[in-house]
């Protein structure tokens, strides 16, 4: 009797210690199945037209990867199966899709497929044809925060007054249903609000006009 207890209960630490061997090897397995793989090309965002966009992506231990299929929105760019993986290498007439680039919003799609069979996805976007927004200057002043907020609000009317010394920025949101009149100091900063239906504009009513910076009121 004894010895079939002993038979039993080394069966049993012998199934759990198999158990546990196995569960660390599928843990291991998973953790090779989600190998990150990451960009180090492009380091920026936004391009000039007519640009070539060169891609690479880079991985801690390759030989778990088996390829990794780049796209450019829905097209195929291409498939590399050897670490680093790159597409539009400079001197090289590769992957036209990525060559002299049209204005536009575009998302680079890295599909990797790893030895075990899964797939995983990394995605970065990308912008080109951006537009850097004109300087905007009043007298010698250079106002850098205005530069932005003309870009972000092309619609409104923009105009530099004089009151006493001191210059401020009207801006008109003349194309909102609610718009403002808003002034801004030398430095952005809001000085007054009042209603775009109200003729009262504080002690502003007496400020001069000394330059028209944007007019985006629809007439």
């Given amino acids: 009797m004894r010895t079939i207890l002993s038979m ?25 199945c989600t190998e990150m793989v ?3 090309a492009p380091s920026q965002t936004q391009f000039d037209v007519g640009d070539d966009i060169y891609v690479r992506l880079d991985c801690v ?12 929105g829905h097209q195929l ?12 290498k400079p001197n090289s007439s590769e992957h036209p899709a990525l060559r002299d680039m049209q204005a536009g919003n575009y998302s680079l799609t890295a599909k990797v497929q790893y ?5 995983r996805y990394f995605t970065k976007k990308i912008k080109v044809g951006f ?21 972000q609000h092309t619609d409104w009317s923009f105009f530099a007054y004089q009151l006493g010394a001191e210059i401020f920025i009207k801006a008109d949101q003349c194309n909102r249903p ?8 030398r430095n952005g900063k809001i000085s007054a609000r009042f209603s775009r239906n109200s003729q009262y504009q504080g002690r502003f009513q007496s400020a001069k006009l000394v330059k028209v910076i944007n007019s985006g009121c629809r007439s």
């Fill in 8 to 32: 039993i209960f080394s069966t049993a630490f012998f199934i759990q210690a198999y158990t546990m061997k196995v569960s660390v090897e599928a843990l291991n397995y998973e953790l090779i």
């Fill in 38 to 40: 990451y960009f180090t």
């Fill in 61 to 72: 231990d390759p030989q778990f990867i088996q390829s990794v299929r780049l796209y450019l």
């Fill in 77 to 88: 760019v291409g498939t590399d199966g050897t670490a680093p993986y790159e597409w539009c």
């Fill in 115 to 119: 030895t075990c069979g899964n797939y």
């Fill in 131 to 151: 537009i850097r927004p004109a300087l905007v200057f009043v007298g010698d002043l250079n106002l850098t925060w205005l530069t932005s907020l003309k870009h």
């Fill in 178 to 185: 609610m718009g403002q009149v808003i002034w801004y100091d």
